[in-house]
């Protein structure tokens, strides 16, 4: 079975190449990644030289190569997880991911149509996010089937390549399946998202940067978590079915970070606790409230449930940035310094 994982190279995709490379060695995975400024092969040092992973560097907006690589491979299985995920970024630069997650997403979805011709047993399976439902209040959870609601260039991005998927299953019955999950969190994100930028500032002593008030909140899903719930969804999920997956793990922000300085307080046996480097700065614009999922469709049909020891899989995630110095070096250098300076300077 040959396997294209898009977005191999960032955080998610590559736990999910990880996993897919080692549990079924008679796959042949093939990643193919931009290597954008998320996109790192450093991710993927343990699996480089496997018989069954190749890499192939390329741009999901390219039409041509794509098309040129589903003629090639003839895939069996397409899991896409490529796109711009960073919301901070969508509000600057929105045009990047309308290509990317929308023209991109129809390419994949064009070559699969065109260049499959019995779908009986392929799997084109799309991941994406609980931001497409926008933002709850104080109670409720996100179902499958709550209306789309998307609030950011980048939410919207990733409804409009959702409602793609789902429209190629009804108008060309190609095999699809999607799945909308919450936070994750654990090693190789890059330090623009919340957790590993606070790891990473308060190892260097700078102040943690709390949107507004700190009350909005996130539903915080392990990444190894998510990693089984997409291999049972990719391998036992319903041809044009989607399912939600979540961390029933929710924090507000202000008191995610108070925790994190608390487990790096005794992880860096340092004498001014790391809290007082919390620095209130100006609001994210749109910036959805609460983010909260239902999983009971695939706990209930495919078996999965999230670990329940956050506080045990949190200490984990900041020692691995704690001990990964030079990986967290080599991504804040640069390019980064530059995103960083823009984005907070003048908060
Ligand atoms: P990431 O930003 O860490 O990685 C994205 C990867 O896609 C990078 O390797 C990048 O090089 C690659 N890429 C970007 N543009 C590309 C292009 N045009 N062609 C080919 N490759 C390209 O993202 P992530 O956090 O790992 O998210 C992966 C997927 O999961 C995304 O689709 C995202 O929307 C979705 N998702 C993420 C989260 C989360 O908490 N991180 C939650 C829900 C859904
Ligand atoms: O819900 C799933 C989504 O989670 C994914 O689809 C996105 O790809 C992923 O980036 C993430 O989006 P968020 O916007 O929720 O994640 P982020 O880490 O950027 O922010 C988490 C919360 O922390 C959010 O309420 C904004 C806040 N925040 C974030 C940063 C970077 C701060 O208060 N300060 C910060 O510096």
Redesign the pocket.
Known sequence: MKILITGGAGFIGSHVVRHFVNKYPDYQIYNLDKLTYAGNLENLKDVEQASNYHFIKADIVDKDTIFSLFAEHRFDGVIHLAAE????RSISNPTEFIMTNIVGTANLLNAAREIWDNTDEKVFYHIS???VYGSLGETGYFVEDTPYDPRSP?SAS?ASSDHLVRAYHETYGLPVKISN???NFGAFQFP???IP?IINNIKHNKPL???GE?K?I?DWLFVEDHVQAIDLIFHQGKSGETYNIGGNNEWT?IDLVKKICQIADKKLNRNTPAESLITFVKD?AG?DLR?AIDSSKIQRELGWKPSPDFDALLDKTISWYLENEQWLNSVTSGNYQKYYEKQYAKR
């Open positions: 995920s960073h919301v901070d996010t609980d931001e980048y990733k999950c919450s936070n623009e998202k919340l930028l940067p709390i949107y700190g909005n996130r922000n994210r910036h983010y």
